[in-house]
């Protein structure tokens, strides 16, 4: 059935997209349904290896059984991964985390969709 362990391959499949710049393709899908773990070289991209914290994550995000993936084995796991070395968890629960980008009032409206 469907649990927390799909959320968080979706949030794999997700980042995999915005740090490769596109989808997987079609081919991958018996893949990355068998779990990308086995098959990173592959399916990959070579753009991955200069992050190098990257690679390690999705692996983690995108194991073949979802009691492995990284988030199930407690979220202090996934805070303390290196992917998110830096990140200011604790401002972020404390909702004080300054937004990174605020349009200025005076150039926005309803209609405007710029933003």
Known sequence: ??????????????????????????DWLPYLA???SKYDDKLLPSLL????TGKPLLKALLKEEPQKRLPMQGMKKMKTHPWFYE????????????APFVPA?????STDATY
């Open 1 to 26: 059935g469907y649990g927390l362990a799909a959320d968080w391959w979706s949030l794999g499949i997700f980042l995999l997209g915005l740090l490769s710049g596109e989808l997987p393709e079609d």
């Open 34 to 36: 068998l779990g990308i």
């Open 49 to 52: 290896d200069k992050a190098k």
């Open 87 to 98: 990140f200011a968890w604790d401002a972020l629960e404390n909702q004080a985390m300054p």
């Open 105 to 109: 009032a005076a150039e926005w409206s």
